[in-house]
């Protein structure tokens, strides 16, 4: 509440006044708190909390993440006297991001990714195929979950296991068998197979991205899943994943060339398990990859289990349902992700900090995530029957997210067909109906359109004063863009009865609560 209160004096202090302050705040902070306040009114009236600060804040600057080195050097700089000090040594040289595919036509694209992969150790370079998968699982003893939970090792601290027991057959279950398969040739599965001259091994095509703690039954519907959505064939998709390609007998040297893995295949999958809360957004060695793939321009996809698929489908076109999946996605913070080895997470954390810290690495992420999901949004619509699809939340929150996304022009057919449909089907002054005008209205303002945007503002502003009153908050947001609107026209004596009466509004004590606590 407090924080909110803030916000608006500001808003209030510099207008129409020659001050200019400066913000420093947590932008993650302040956005939750934007769109927690007021029972969530804002989110209601289809604005987000960076839409909100994006109105306030009108020259945004992120401080860029120091890498160890640089702040050894900084503290060192302190500590000198200035007299003498020297010409301070150059930093040290950033992680190598793999280099951008070529955005010619797939020929070309292959002919890279054909460079990148001859780079690599030969047994890094396979795959294997899903039919492949479901042989090496059936070889794995009755007991197996029994067996490895009993070689579980013990803490000699405090006495019990090292690691959670294992309830069915997953990652780690698989890389224990996988292990004891390769004492005597120390071969990883795709290689040992090759040289049998198996038909399941071959060039991956698919690099997987999964917690290992994963049941590999769910990893394999997964997969298939994959295969149908995007017609490709189980015999001849060979699937890059860690337990069947890495030396499992001495990782560290294949793990070191985990994100050029990601690089040279050129298609990473992510598997989504649970879809509300996905593991492998916590998992560092995960993180990672999708940063791999973002930085290397490789293809990406996400992937689930046949009950989740449809849990994330159903709950895409329910009230709520796309906001909680696009939060959810957003939620990424590589400073929080782990690994099983505390040593390893260390040293992907430092990788990703060094290379391009951990802000730049969370928003890439979150950028490829939200890519996918307008995939798959995409594809729910297209399932959706004519008649429901003009009353899905969908068309709406499809064209918020790509108008997030800057991509304002893809944003402009949908939000314009959910503008039509609801005036068709709901009426003119009804709620959704006004917010897919502001809506609209909003996209045309972001897109320069002023003009245009101006009619569209005014129509929701009267429906709102007509149907709510001229105190009720959605009719004082109507009120505020209405004037911020007119300000951008640059017809600031239009522009001010509008801010006049919405600082008056807002000043007032019974708004205040309802707004600002």
Same mark, same amino acid.
């Not at 930093?91 to 991001?97: G, N, Q, W």
């Given at each position: 509440?407090?924080?909110?209160?803030?916000?608006?004096?500001?808003?209030?202090?510099?207008?129409?006044?020659?001050?200019?302050?400066?913000?420093?705040?947590?932008?993650?902070?302040?956005?939750? &708190?934007?769109?927690?306040?007021?029972?969530?009114?804002?989110?209601?009236?289809?604005?987000?909390?960076?839409?909100?600060?994006?109105?306030?804040?009108?020259?945004?600057?992120?401080?860029?993440?120091?890498?160890?080195?640089?702040?050894?050097?900084?503290?060192?700089?302190?500590?000198?006297?200035?007299?003498?000090?020297?010409?301070?040594?150059?930093?040290?040289?950033?992680?190598? @991001?793999?280099?951008?595919?070529?955005?010619?036509?797939?020929?070309?694209?292959?002919?890279?990714?054909?460079?990148?992969?001859?780079?690599?150790?030969?047994?890094?370079?396979?795959?294997?195929?899903?039919?492949?998968?479901? &042989?090496?699982?059936?070889?794995?003893?009755?007991?197996?979950?029994?067996?490895?939970?009993?070689?579980?090792?013990?803490?000699?601290?405090?006495?019990?296991?090292?690691?959670?027991?294992?309830?069915?057959?997953?990652?780690?279950?698989?890389?224990?068998?996988?292990?004891?398969?390769?004492?005597?040739?120390?071969?990883?599965?795709?290689?040992?197979?090759?040289?049998?001259?198996?038909?399941?091994?071959?060039?991956?095509?698919?690099?997987?991205? =999964?917690?290992?703690?994963?049941?590999?039954?769910?990893? @394999?519907?997964?997969?298939?899943?994959?295969?149908?959505?995007?017609?490709?064939?189980?015999?001849? *998709?060979?699937? =890059?994943?860690?337990?069947?390609?890495?030396?499992?007998?001495?990782?560290?040297?294949?793990?070191?060339?985990?994100?050029?893995?990601?690089?040279?295949?050129?298609?990473?999958?992510?598997?989504?398990?649970?879809?509300?809360? $996905?593991?492998?957004?916590?998992?560092?060695?995960?993180?990672?990859?999708?940063?791999?793939?973002? /930085?290397?321009?490789?293809?990406?996809?996400?992937?689930?289990?046949?009950?989740?698929? !449809?849990?994330?489908?159903?709950?895409?076109? *329910?009230?709520?349902?796309?906001?909680?999946? !696009?939060? #959810?996605?957003?939620?990424?913070?590589?400073?929080?992700?782990?690994?099983?080895?505390?040593?390893? *997470?260390?040293?992907?954390?430092?990788?990703?900090?060094?290379?391009?810290?951990?802000?730049?690495?969370?928003?890439?992420?979150?950028?490829?995530?939200?890519? /996918?999901?307008?995939?798959?949004?995409?594809?729910?619509?297209?399932?959706?029957? &004519?008649?429901?699809? +003009?009353?899905?939340?969908?068309?709406?929150? @499809?064209?918020?997210?790509?108008?997030?996304?800057? !991509?304002?022009?893809?944003?402009? $057919?949908?939000?314009?067909?959910?503008? !039509?449909?609801?005036?068709?089907?709901?009426?003119?002054?009804?709620?959704?109906?006004?917010?897919?005008?502001?809506?609209?209205?909003?996209?045309?303002?972001?897109?320069?359109?002023?003009?245009? &945007? +101006?009619?569209?503002?005014?129509?929701? @502003?009267?429906?709102?004063?007509?149907?709510? #009153?001229?105190?009720?908050?959605?009719?004082?947001?109507?009120?505020?863009?209405?004037? =911020?609107?007119?300000?951008?026209?640059?017809?600031?004596?239009?522009?001010?009865?509008?801010?006049?009466?919405?600082?008056? /509004?807002?000043?007032?004590?019974?708004?205040?609560?309802?707004?600002?606590?």
């Amino acid at each position: 509440g407090k924080l909110m209160e803030v916000l608006q004096s500001l808003v209030l202090l510099t207008e129409g006044t020659p001050f200019i302050i400066f913000l420093a705040i947590d932008q993650r902070v302040v956005v939750a &708190a934007i769109e927690n306040s007021n029972g969530g009114i804002y989110s209601d009236a289809g604005i987000n909390g960076n839409e909100y600060l994006d109105k306030i804040v009108q020259i945004p600057f992120v401080i860029p993440q120091l890498a160890d080195n640089e702040k050894a050097d900084l503290c060192r700089g302190y500590l000198r006297p200035a007299r003498a000090q020297k010409k301070r040594r150059a930093h040290a040289a950033p992680i190598e @991001l793999p280099a951008m595919l070529s955005t010619g036509n797939e020929v070309d694209k292959r002919a890279a990714l054909l460079v990148r992969l001859a780079a690599l150790p030969e047994h890094l370079r396979l795959g294997l195929t899903l039919p492949g998968m479901r &042989a090496l699982l059936s070889e794995l003893p009755s007991d197996a979950v029994e067996q490895v939970n009993a070689k579980i090792p013990i803490d000699e601290k405090t006495g019990k296991p090292r690691f959670p027991k294992h309830n069915t057959e997953n990652g780690y279950v698989i890389q224990f068998f996988i292990a004891l398969w390769a004492q005597e040739d120390k071969l990883a599965v795709c290689e040992r197979l090759q040289k049998r001259g198996s038909p399941h091994v071959g060039e991956a095509t698919v690099f997987v991205s =999964w917690f290992l703690d994963t049941p590999i039954a769910t990893l @394999l519907d997964a997969l298939a899943n994959f295969l149908k959505q995007k017609g490709l064939r189980e015999e001849d *998709t060979f699937f =890059w994943v860690c337990d069947y390609v890495i030396r499992q007998t001495d990782v560290k040297p294949d793990l070191a060339l985990l994100g050029e893995c990601v690089s040279a295949v050129g298609h990473t999958v992510l598997l989504m398990e649970p879809w509300n809360d $996905p593991l492998p957004l916590k998992r560092a060695y995960c993180i990672k990859e999708v940063y791999h793939t973002q /930085a290397s321009g490789a293809a990406f996809d996400m992937v689930m289990s046949t009950e989740q698929q !449809q849990a994330f489908e159903s709950a895409m076109v *329910t009230e709520g349902g796309f906001e909680s999946i !696009q939060a #959810g996605l957003s939620k990424v913070d590589v400073r929080t992700a782990e690994c099983r080895n505390k040593e390893d *997470t260390e040293a992907i954390l430092d990788e990703l900090e060094k290379g391009v810290g951990y802000v730049a690495c969370n928003q890439l992420v979150i950028g490829l995530l939200l890519k /996918a999901l307008v995939t798959h949004t995409h594809v729910a619509l297209e399932r959706l029957p &004519a008649a429901e699809r +003009r009353t899905s939340f969908l068309l709406s929150n @499809l064209g918020l997210l790509l108008m997030r996304m800057d !991509q304002l022009k893809e944003a402009w $057919p949908l939000l314009e067909e959910a503008r !039509q449909a609801c005036k068709e089907t709901l009426g003119d002054h009804h709620p959704h109906t006004l917010l897919s005008i502001g809506n609209m209205g909003l996209l045309l303002q972001e897109m320069g359109q002023l003009e245009e &945007a +101006r009619p569209l503002y005014e129509e929701a @502003l009267q429906a709102r004063r007509e149907t709510l #009153g001229d105190r009720h908050p959605s009719t004082l947001l109507s009120i505020n863009s209405m004037g =911020w609107l007119l300000q951008g026209m640059g017809q600031l004596e239009e522009a001010r009865p509008f801010h006049e009466e919405a600082v008056q /509004a807002s000043m007032s004590e019974a708004v205040s609560a309802s707004l600002f606590s």
